[in-house]
């Protein structure tokens, strides 16, 4: 990884961290992958877009029905 990299991996996750008043160094507990049958739906807000087969870090299992997660961009 260069610098340049880093220093952009640093910043999508300060920006992660403000966007979801997220405290603490960022750990990613597993990954999922997106069903491949799912059907894809756009982002907005505080969610994600949703592609078939795409692989996510999981941030935090936040409730039953929701899941902190970031994609390859660290989003």
């Not at 990299?5 to 507990?29: P, T, Y």
């Not at 069903?35 to 969610?47: F, Q």
């Amino acid at each position: 990884t260069t610098p340049k990299e880093c220093k952009k991996a640093e910043k999508a996750d300060r920006e992660f961290q403000k966007k979801f008043k997220f405290e603490g160094s960022i750990n990613v507990l597993t990954q999922m992958m997106v069903d491949p049958a799912a059907t894809e739906k756009r982002g907005g807000g505080k969610n994600l877009p949703l592609r078939r087969g795409e692989i996510l870090d999981v941030i935090q299992f936040t409730n039953q029905e929701q899941i902190l997660c970031r994609n390859s961009q660290r989003r």
